[in-house]
């Protein structure tokens, strides 16, 4: 018992000594003057601001106005091309399509037409035949951000929207004035040049209203200029192939107009289109305006005006005689005739009948001559009814006018005509009186959307 007690004892000791040091300590720091306090700056490493990505059931990818500064974009087009998700579709420089110019998307493959393009969340306007829009004709510098939702939105869109939505947010609230001159210069061809010029203005402190003006001009690109797509397919000679139907004896001419017994081809690859030249201008407008406490109007004007020079869906060489070629009657006394090839010829009558298979070089590739006039007018209604319930309602009306014409072919059934007059034996031969443009027409789409 002695032994336990001491222990106790000892063990209190220790306690109360432990305690007459903590207070003699808190005492002496009491005594010393209080330190001089820091003033640090809160450093925020994160964020919880609200995102469409975080609420919604489908996935959304967006990109916001900072990251669109970041790449310079003069048009939609340079920020697509960037993009995974906006990759698909045609772009402005593609020859063979007859998008003509314009910018397109294309979420997952499934098509232009199941992409659907949304301006503030209202539709854009297709172009032509198209359920596509040119998204080229919506002002990039003006945008806020850019929503791309890549699932489940046919269920509320419809089935144009089976592959996805992207809807470019513009920034409504601008103030000020800026403008903008970018060129873009390259080697051998497809230079650009570009300007634009926008504007904003508070309407009081009841609303705004933004202007946008753009103007771009690309120069062309042939195939020549680059080593990679100089060499193509060849196609018939710019010399000419004849056979002489009676005794089936063949000759032709080279492209220096030399004589030979074996056959020639031409490859016009070096003078086809790359890049297609392009003419554009862009004028818009968007505003919106309290009327009174909960309801704003709003709405929007866009104008868009493209010219190109592309290719034709058959292709770019110049006209030709065609695969079989044409029969025609060569007259004895014909000019053009020199010793060699009139050895060849079997003349009934004063005239021989030969198959010429013969390209028309000398006119040039064939193109198409394209413009498209776009515009589209909105207005709208839009308000609160409690924190949780909102309305919107708005009418829209858009027209797209294209024409498209085809140059530099020709009708083969006038070749016939001037085989006695024009030179067809070997290059240089005037053909002009063979060419023909031939007018497509013009191409009308309106849309009116109410909702």
């Not at 306690?15 to 925020?44: H, K, N, R």
């Not at 503030?120 to 306007?125: F, I, S």
């Amino acid at each position: 018992m002695r032994r336990k007690t001491s222990k106790i004892l000892y063990g209190s000791c220790a306690f109360l000594g432990l305690v007459a040091a903590t207070v003699s300590t808190g005492a002496i720091a009491q005594d010393a003057p209080p330190a001089a306090e820091e003033d640090d700056g809160i450093v925020v490493t994160g964020t919880r601001i609200k995102s469409a990505g975080l609420s919604s059931t489908s996935p959304i990818s967006t990109l916001d106005g900072e990251q669109i500064q970041l790449q310079r974009a003069v048009t939609i087009e340079d920020i697509s091309v960037k993009i995974p998700q906006l990759a698909g579709g045609v772009n402005s420089t593609s020859v063979g399509s007859d998008a003509f110019g314009a910018q397109t998307l294309d979420l997952r493959n499934l098509g232009q037409n199941r992409t659907l393009v949304l301006i503030n969340g209202t539709r854009a306007l297709p172009f032509s035949f198209r359920n596509a829009v040119d998204v080229n004709s919506i002002p990039a510098p003006l945008l806020k951000r850019v929503d791309v939702l890549t699932g489940g939105a046919a269920a509320v869109y419809g089935a144009d929207a089976v592959a996805g939505v992207v809807n470019f947010i513009i920034n409504d609230d601008f103030e000020g004035l800026q403008a903008n001159i970018n060129y873009r210069a390259v080697a051998g061809g497809a230079s650009q040049k570009s300007a634009h010029l926008m504007g904003g203005m508070k309407l009081g402190d009841r609303g705004s209203i933004v202007g946008y003006v753009e103007y771009t001009d690309r120069d062309a690109l042939l195939a020549g200029k680059r080593s990679f797509a100089r060499n193509g397919a060849a196609t018939l000679p710019i010399g000419g192939n004849f056979t002489d139907v009676a005794s089936g004896r063949t000759f032709s001419y080279d492209a220096n107009g030399a004589f030979t017994l074996t056959p020639q081809t031409t490859d016009y690859t070096p003078l086809f289109l790359l890049a297609q030249p392009l003419r554009r201008i862009n004028a818009d407008a968007f505003f919106k305006y309290e009327l009174f406490e909960g309801v704003e109007t709003y709405g929007r004007v866009m104008y868009s005006t493209v010219k190109t020079q592309g290719g034709t869906r058959s292709g770019q060489n110049p006209p030709t005689t065609g695969t079989a070629g044409v029969n025609v009657q060569i007259s004895q006394t014909n000019p053009f005739l020199d010793p060699q090839a009139r050895a060849q010829l079997t003349f009934v009558n004063g005239f021989a009948n030969v198959n010429v298979r013969r390209s028309l070089g000398e006119l040039g590739p064939t193109f198409a001559e394209n413009k498209r006039d776009n515009i589209q007018a909105q207005i709208g209604f839009r308000g609160e009814i409690t924190p949780a319930i909102s309305w919107d309602a708005y009418y829209q009306y858009g027209r797209s006018k294209e024409s498209i014409t085809v140059k530099g072919d020709g009708l083969k059934a006038s070749f016939a005509g001037l085989v006695n007059t024009t030179d067809i034996f070997g290059p240089g031969g005037d053909f002009t009186s063979v060419l023909q443009d031939f007018d497509f027409g013009d191409r009308k789409r309106t849309q009116q959307v109410a909702s």
